[in-house]
């Protein structure tokens, strides 16, 4: 087979904080052959393959406790294993990338037993159990948070920061209908947990709109009572495709505190308020926002001990403090990559010789 451009195996699955920076990436390497890795029956089905070629495979999580369930997953990973060796090899690819969850262990083990180069990236200040367990068969791990460098110091790491789709990084118009001169505080809680905030939200609503203030409510789709506050000032709907120019235009966010999600708001210098998912994986969203909250460009609230009490209040705080969100923005402009995808490309580049 004829190469004229190197070939790559990007491995990226299930959720937009995993999928959205491998995508920024592979738009960026316009000079390489990109195939896609994934699962079936999750979102990389819906975002792929209008752009990428996709493989895809069934592994799960060792998440159960040691048992019969686990021998199973044992068993499926093996198989996983074997399904990317092949198509690595089929493919004739060069190398591998990976943004960690399930679907980097088959990726980078197969990668690893071909002598072939990958390169994993850490989007959370505390590095997830593949990062931790695999890292030593990763040609090197690109980290999103400085924090998660120190966790990592047996292996080779570097600090990029996580990448932003390319609309993040330039002005976009927001086709809303929101005026111009009103504070907009936009809520993002997602699709996973976020009925709690919601809940919240709802509460303290009727102070922020005597505030003056506009909310859009992304309410992802599991809240019952998504429909059940009317307002001209409110705007409520389960998701809203245009983030980057939802973000740019917000004045606050309250949102949960993913990897993701955190670089997004840095690079369009939006101060938060974090609530972070209290079920998420060894609680990696606290160290996320503790990032922000140590840089000034943000608070957060540990969802368990915030009441709607508390948010109305510093949701109000803020609100009537322009100047303090202006240095939050500013805080929030210090932490961010805007560059995180270049540096990336050029570490491909540089690992894929």
Not at 167 to 188: C, G
Not at 218 to 231: I, K, M, R, V, Y
Request: glycine residues 8%; hydrophobic residues 45%; charged residues 15%.
């Amino acid at each position: 087979m004829s190469q004229t451009k190197k070939r790559l195996l990007i491995a990226a699955s299930g959720t937009g904080g995993h999928l959205f920076p491998a995508l920024a990436l592979a738009k960026e390497l316009q000079d390489y052959h990109i195939e896609w890795l994934g699962v079936p029956n999750r979102l990389e089905t819906q975002l792929v393959p209008t752009e990428y070629k996709l493989h895809q495979i069934a592994v799960t999580g060792f998440q159960e406790k040691f048992g019969l369930g686990t021998i199973k997953i044992a068993l499926r990973l093996v198989r996983s294993i074997w399904q990317v060796r092949q198509i690595l090899q089929k493919g004739q690819f060069d190398g591998v990338f990976t943004t960690g969850g399930y679907i980097a262990s088959p990726a980078i083990l197969a990668a690893k037993s071909l002598g072939l180069p990958s390169i994993l990236h850490e989007a959370n200040a505390i590095p997830g159990k593949v990062t931790r367990f695999l890292g030593n068969f990763c040609s090197i791990i690109a980290v999103g948070f400085e924090p998660a460098a120190k966790h990592l110091s047996r292996y080779k790491t570097l600090y990029v920061g996580t990448p932003v789709r390319p609309e993040f990084l330039s002005p976009q118009k927001l086709d809303l209908p929101i005026p111009d001169n009103v504070p907009l505080i936009v809520v993002a809680g997602g699709s996973q947990g976020a009925v709690a905030v919601n809940q919240l939200v709802r509460q303290c609503a009727a102070a922020w709109f005597e505030a003056g203030a506009w909310i859009v409510h992304l309410t992802g789709e599991n809240d019952p009572d998504a429909n059940s506050l009317q307002h001209p000032q409110y705007l409520v709907m389960p998701f809203y495709q245009d983030m980057a120019a939802l973000w740019q235009r917000a004045n606050l966010a309250i949102s949960r505190a993913g990897g993701g999600t955190l670089s997004e708001l840095a690079v369009t210098k939006t101060p938060a308020i974090l609530i972070p998912y209290p079920f998420a994986a060894e609680d990696h969203q606290t160290y996320n926002a503790k990032v922000f909250v140590d840089a000034g460009a943000a608070l957060v609230f540990q969802q368990q001990e915030l009441s709607h009490q508390i948010l109305e209040k510093e949701g109000l705080k803020l609100l009537n403090s322009p100047e303090n969100l202006q240095e939050m923005a500013k805080s929030a402009a210090d932490v961010a990559f805007p560059n995180s995808t270049q540096l990336i490309a050029d570490l491909v580049r540089k690992t894929l010789i």
